[in-house]
């Protein structure tokens, strides 16, 4: 069949402008087309069709394909050699040639040209949403900006560039209204294809353009330091953000809010032009659920939680104030509805005096506290543990060491010994010897002090009456003053002794070699000077004598 390659050049060139589909994609999809339609029409999807499509020759051929066969066991898919030659005399068929058979694409039937037809509209659609995807692949999940083409209560239609988005009305944030010319902002769900065709799917009321918004506007969570874990959203009612942050000193839901709420207000005046604002709940993320789901209830008050562990069940009780029922429910039950979407759970909520009549068993805010606290602790104790036992695998040092740091290796000190170690062994043991004789020799010397300081102790004291100068007596007094330090010498002196004592028999348990301070002479002299001093102390001092002048007349 001759075609006009002007005029086919011509629409090729304008699907290309308008669609963005190139001349080679178009033909290729048009013989794709003739041959599904062709391959129908011959009563079997088996069977081998040809279509060739040459612009230069200006010509379109399409003609069936049969094998050459000796037997014929298929007349869709073969031909014998016989059938084969008489059919065609230009030239000689043997077995396992193609004969072709030409189709007449002038006579072709009406339902053959519908379904060519049909096919190429899916044919353009799958083009147009490839395309489609191309330029906004790096779009998706962000926000682009668009002006206000058309609107009307059903939806509206959105210039974005070089092509137009429809932005329906259940994708509009409640009841929020648009002038022809204004200028918003558009969240990029997917690129999806249609009846008419490929098409970018927008959106003002998914969680995504929320998450997105907060991500433009705050920038913690911009460059990363915090993360939104979650978010549950009824557009222009309410909605509930979960946040977290792995930097302690970061509180994710304060930084999220900002000075005065500052920066949750600037995401909020963007949420739709209507007369109500949604309102915007922002929570810490917890790995407890126990604790995830109290947040999530917030601005109710929690007493208590029981958590199903069951992972198939996910469901929990919730124990709330008397008078934090309406709080937890919400209006219209939003509140409830947005904490279980948030959190994943479904949750039951009990007033705490029900919850008592009942005698329910549940964990308080402040014991799910602590066990978390706990599980945080344990945390970081095991990365630092972690952190200190970890060494590079080249060089062995650990991180943050200079390079070329060696670490210490164990040392067995047992099995290093010298003829120094030798020697002050042998010393020991000696002194250890003579340690053993002084103590026995102190314990049989000691004895009698024993004895007298018991006597001393159980000595009657006698009253007796007399009269005497003040002379006398300031000397008496020193004489005893004297006297009294010498007693107070001997009492510190024995004293000392019991504890060298009781050191000498902790020593002698203390296993392995020890060597003495002093030297054998320097103890010869210690105890020269101690018996020096025993001799001039007096120890037969009668005290009884002195009471006289404490006695009443």
């Known amino acids: 069949m001759a075609i006009n390659v002007s005029e086919i050049n011509a629409a090729l060139d304008a699907i290309e402008v308008s669609k963005g589909i190139s001349k080679e994609r178009v033909i290729e999809a048009l013989k794709e087309s003739m041959a599904k339609a062709y391959r129908k029409s011959l009563g079997g999807d088996d069977a081998l069709v040809n279509v060739v499509f040459d612009l230069d020759a200006g010509i379109i051929e399409m003609y069936q394909i049969k094998n050459v066969v000796e037997d014929v066991t298929d007349d869709l898919l073969e031909i014998s050699v016989e059938d084969a030659n008489e059919e065609d005399k230009s030239k000689k068929y043997k077995v396992g040639d193609e004969f072709h058979i030409p189709a007449n694409i002038d006579e072709l039937r009406k339902a053959m040209v519908i379904t060519i037809k049909n096919l190429m509209k899916q044919k353009f659609a799958e083009a147009e949403k490839e395309v489609l995807h191309e330029q906004f692949k790096d779009k998706i999940n962000t926000l682009i900006t668009g002006r206000v083409e058309q609107y009307d209560d059903r939806g509206a239609s959105i210039n974005i560039g070089r092509t137009s988005v429809y932005l329906p009305r259940k994708e509009m944030i ?127 008050h929690v007493v ?47 007033v705490e005096s029900e919850a008592i009549e009942a005698g329910l068993e549940y964990q308080s805010f402040e014991e ?64 250890e010897v003579s340690v053993k004789e002084e103590k026995a020799e102190v314990k049989e010397e000691k004895a009698p002090e024993v004895e007298v300081s018991e006597k001393k102790e159980e000595a009657p004291q006698t009253s007796v009456k007399t009269t005497t100068t003040i002379a006398d007596l300031e000397k008496s007094l020193e004489d005893s003053s004297k006297n009294q330090k010498k007693s107070n010498y001997k009492r510190s002196k024995k004293k000392t002794d019991e504890e060298e004592e009781d050191k000498g028999d902790a020593l002698s348990h203390v296993d392995g070699p020890r060597m003495s301070i002093y030297t054998e002479e320097e103890l010869k002299e210690i105890e020269e000077e101690e018996n020096e001093v025993e001799e001039d102390i007096d120890e037969d001092i009668d005290y009884d004598e002195y009471d006289q002048y404490y006695d009443e007349d």
């Open 368 to 431: 799910l506290s602590a066990i978390e606290m706990e599980e945080r602790a344990r945390r970081i104790a095991e990365a630092q543990r972690a952190a200190l036992v970890y060494q590079n695998k080249d060089e062995g040092v650990l991180p943050g060491l200079p390079e070329g740091y060696v670490a210490p290796q164990a040392r067995n000190y047992e099995e290093e010994t010298n003829d120094f170690d030798t020697a002050l062994e042998e010393v020991a043991e000696e002194e």
């Open 174 to 300: 409640k009841d929020e209204r648009f002038a022809i010319g204004d200028t918003i902002k558009l969240y990029v769900n997917d690129v999806a294809s249609g009846t008419k065709g490929a098409h970018i799917v927008v959106s003002r009321a998914c969680e995504g353009f929320l998450k997105a918004l907060m991500t433009e506007s705050i920038h913690d969570i911009y460059d990363g330091t915090i993360v939104i874990k979650s978010v549950a959203r009824e557009a222009g009612e309410r909605s509930k953000v979960a946040v977290y942050s792995s930097d302690p000193n970061v509180d994710p839901a304060g930084a999220c809010i900002g000075p005065n709420g500052s920066r949750i207000q600037k995401v909020v005046s963007q949420l739709g032009n209507g007369s109500s604002k949604e309102k915007i709940d922002i929570i810490a993320y917890k790995e407890n659920p126990g604790l995830y789901i109290m947040e999530a209830l917030k601005p109710a």
């Open 304 to 350: 208590g939680i029981k958590v199903d562990e069951d992972p198939e069940k996910k469901s929990a009780l919730v124990v709330v104030k008397d008078d934090s029922l309406s709080l937890a429910i919400g209006r219209k039950g939003v509140n409830a509805r947005l904490a279980v979407k948030l959190t994943g759970y479904n949750i039951d909520i009990k």
